[in-house]
């Protein structure tokens, strides 16, 4: 006999000084992650086919529509549209041109007419000296209260009717002035003495 011990003996022996367990948990772990991989591997490529066909439907209806709007276009018809949006951007172009001098024109009018505007402040009611003085000549109701106004200081003064209703009579000599409403019920020979005796 070759061996002091029995064979089966010693194999056990030997199998019992081997340390496995750490090589069994390292090869659990890595059969593990094999399967994990796997999985995240599986999972990639069907969300990359479910893309791809994603892709391939909207690729066969965009062919689709390439090819209506191909058999669909004619070049005549889209030559005589391209001449008739230019006649019109002509045209368009043309009315705000024409708009933009009427518009100048119409501000320059405006300046004219601020200006005018302005003059007519200044002049007043009755206008400049030389409407005045035409009024006054061709009116002889005016040339009677001018007469009134300077010779005798008597200012007669209208209502909103136009109706004269009111005179002022003014004495520089005393330093008086006296307001006589008008009563047209009163003759004029009444108030032609008042005036008289106030003045």
């Known amino acids: 006999m070759l061996l002091d011990e029995d064979p089966a003996t010693l194999i056990h022996h ?9 090589d069994k948990t390292a090869i ?13 591997r599986d999972l990639r490529i069907r969300e990359a086919e479910s893309a791809l ?16 709007t191909v058999s669909s276009h004619n070049s005549a018809d889209h030559a005589s549209r391209i001449v008739e949006l230019d006649t ?38 009755e206008g400049d000296e030389n409407s005045r003085a035409k009024r006054e000549v061709e ?16 200012d007669v003064e209208a209502d909103k009717a136009g109706n004269y ?5 003014r004495n520089n ?4 002035v006296h307001v006589v409403n008008i009563d047209p019920k009163m ?6 003495n008042y005036f008289w005796q106030k003045m």
Do not use: C, W
């Open 28 to 40: 659990s772990r890595i059969h593990e992650s094999l399967s994990t991989l796997q999985q995240a």
């Open 139 to 154: 009116d002889p109701t005016i040339l009677k209260l001018n007469f009134y106004r300077t010779y005798l200081g008597i």
């Open 14 to 22: 030997t199998i019992g000084n081997f340390n496995i367990h750490p």
């Open 187 to 192: 003759s004029r020979f009444f108030y032609a």
């Open 53 to 68: 066909k994603k892709l391939s439907r909207n690729l066969n209806t965009l062919s689709s529509q390439h090819n209506e």
């Open 88 to 125: 019109q951007k002509f045209r368009i172009a043309k009315a705000a041109s024409d708009l933009e001098i009427e518009g100048e024109r119409l501000e320059q009018e405006l300046e004219a007419l601020k200006g005018r505007l302005q003059e007519l402040h200044m002049q007043g009611v």
């Open 165 to 169: 209703n009111k005179a002022v009579i």
């Open 173 to 176: 000599e005393k330093g008086d």
